[in-house]
């Protein structure tokens, strides 16, 4: 079962259940899925789905931010509900280490010298691991390995 059926079957399971919180958070992933499918006219794979999943809790993480700043709490907390929720849809994460591990071995592939390659080997880095690692901390890796 791919994905994007599994966010579907979770949905109907929402809705049978009532609950709300759920239904809409899940029903906020399919609206982004479809936008997407629409604007650029193409089938989502999960490698997609997962980079959709990335974005929205990219956006939950820095709305809890800025909730918690202006002291409203309830909003926040709605936040991290939904995205306890989305984390549900993402694979298990590679650890600090992992990264860097496979960023010094694509950096090896690659030949990659200094500073001025960062860009070919995040595109390197960011097509082996897709939805397997935070991209804010494979970024880090990458410029620690092509400063060493």
């Known amino acids: 079962m791919s994905l994007k059926e599994q966010i579907t079957e979770d949905m109907k399971n929402a809705m049978r259940a009532k609950d ?58 709605k936040e991290k509900a939904e995205m306890v929720v989305l984390v549900g849809y993402l694979p298990a994460r590679m650890s600090a280490q992992e990264v860097a591990t496979e960023v010094k071995a694509i950096v090896t592939e690659l030949g990659a010298k200094g500073p001025g390659d960062m860009g070919k080997v995040m595109g390197a880095v960011k097509a082996r691991l897709a939805g397997k690692a935070d991209m804010g901390e494979v970024s880090a890796a990458v410029k620690a390995a092509l400063t060493a």
């Open 20 to 77: 709300a919180e759920r239904l809409g958070t899940i029903r906020l992933l399919l609206s982004a899925m479809k936008q997407k499918e629409v604007d650029e006219r193409i089938e989502l794979d999960d490698v997609a789905v997962i980079a959709i999943v990335d974005k929205l809790i990219k956006q939950r993480k820095d709305s809890i931010a800025a909730f918690e700043q202006a002291a409203r709490q309830d909003l926040a907390d």
